[in-house]
């Protein structure tokens, strides 16, 4: 035996990303942050890819935004639980939580409906996927803002992979797709 030879060390829990998020992390209405019926609601969906362009079927994301009048924090209640049995109930159907928590489906699309955020013109977003060792963050801007402390910094390019674009002949509908990696990759945030 030549004990100079490489050994086969097993994975560590971060290299073995899997998806797993689809399990325990979504819940029942997770992408429904207004309140049925709302007028003023938005709809922000699109698609998760990966940097050949595929779609990731299994990915999460959550998002966190102001509420309509710009406070930054919302209701509590969207993870709320039965007393007796435990399980999750969701949101009231009343109170804006400004927290939601969408996964892909099998076409790596997603769908929020929320409330315009006051104050801020985006969506902060945090993404969950596999073959991600630590989760990428963030925002869909509702529309572009030349006085925005990140846009401003930003290439017109590189500015366009945070723009939740208006879909036409939809009202209040806007697309934003996440790119992983590769051409048109989305701007991610780092905080160190």
């Known amino acids: 035996?030549?004990?100079?030879?490489?050994?086969?060390?097993?994975?560590?829990?971060?290299?073995?990303?899997?998806?797993f998020y689809g399990y325990a992390l979504p819940f029942t209405g997770g992408g429904d942050v207004a309140p049925p019926g709302h007028p003023d609601t938005?709809?922000?969906?699109?698609?998760?890819?990966?940097?050949?362009?595929?779609?990731?079927?299994?990915?999460?994301?959550?998002?966190?935004?102001?509420?309509?009048?710009?406070s930054p924090s919302g209701a509590p209640g969207s993870l709320r639980r039965d007393p007796v049995t435990g399980a999750v109930l969701g949101r009231d159907g009343v109170e804006f939580t400004g927290f939601a928590r969408v996964p892909t489906d099998a076409d790596g699309h997603y769908t929020l409906r929320t409330l315009p955020p006051g104050g801020?013109?985006?969506?902060?977003?945090?993404?969950?996927?596999?073959?991600?060792?630590?989760?990428?963050?963030?925002?869909?801007?509702?529309?572009d803002d030349p006085d925005d402390g990140l846009l401003s910094t930003l290439p017109a390019e590189r500015r366009a992979t945070l723009l939740a674009l208006p879909e036409q002949g939809r009202h209040r509908t806007h697309r934003f797709d996440i790119r992983l990696q590769g051409e048109g990759e989305t701007v991610f945030l780092d905080f160190a």
């Open 1 to 19: 035996m030549n004990s100079t030879a490489p050994r086969a060390l097993p994975p560590t829990p971060s290299q073995t990303v899997g998806p």
């Open 42 to 70: 938005v709809t922000v969906h699109g698609r998760v890819l990966d940097g050949a362009g595929a779609a990731v079927p299994d990915a999460l994301l959550e998002f966190w935004q102001a509420g309509p009048d710009g």
């Open 120 to 143: 801020a013109p985006y969506l902060s977003v945090c993404v969950f996927a596999r073959g991600l060792l630590h989760h990428l963050f963030t925002r869909a801007y509702l529309r």
